[in-house]
């Protein structure tokens, strides 16, 4: 059994949905995963990570419009608005979601189905740089 760890450092431009599909699978490339599991955190209170569709842009939008319907920014009920009105909208919008996830490697592929992707889940307005930690554990690819 093998064990790699990593941390992305991403930029995004603010609330939306950022598919990390493709730098996870390079990232199990450059790491030879073979079989085993891959586990992605991301340490953030007003962040999450989604397994989604990724055809059809629509479904992001969709998701986005629902969010914004369910947990409004500047609801006159929240108490804590310390970095604007959209704070303690991204905290329950992450408490809503997930923070990590876990996903089967097979053949040194991510083990997602077709219409599936890995996405970073932005919940505050502005920009913001994130932070991604992710480990495979398992056997590596053979040479």
């Known amino acids: 059994m093998k064990q790699y760890s990593g ?67 500047g609801d006159p009920g929240f108490r804590h608005r310390n970095e604007g009105p959209d ?17 089967p490697v097979r053949e040194g592929r991510a083990g997602l189905g077709g219409w599936q992707g890995v996405f970073l889940f932005e919940h505050r307005v502005r920009p913001v740089s994130r932070r991604v930690l992710v480990s495979f554990q398992g056997v590596a690819k053979e040479v």
């Open 7 to 73: 941390a992305w450092q991403m930029d995004n431009g603010g609330r939306g949905l950022y598919d990390l599909t493709p730098k996870l699978q390079e990232w199990l490339e450059e790491v030879r995963a073979g079989e085993g599991w891959v586990n992605l955190f991301v340490p953030h209170t007003s962040a999450s990570l989604l397994l989604q569709e990724n055809a059809d842009p629509d479904v992001q939008r969709d998701i986005l419009d629902y969010f914004a319907r369910m947990v409004p920014d």
């Open 87 to 103: 704070d303690m909208s991204a905290h329950l919008r992450s408490a809503l979601t997930q923070n990590s996830l876990i996903i």
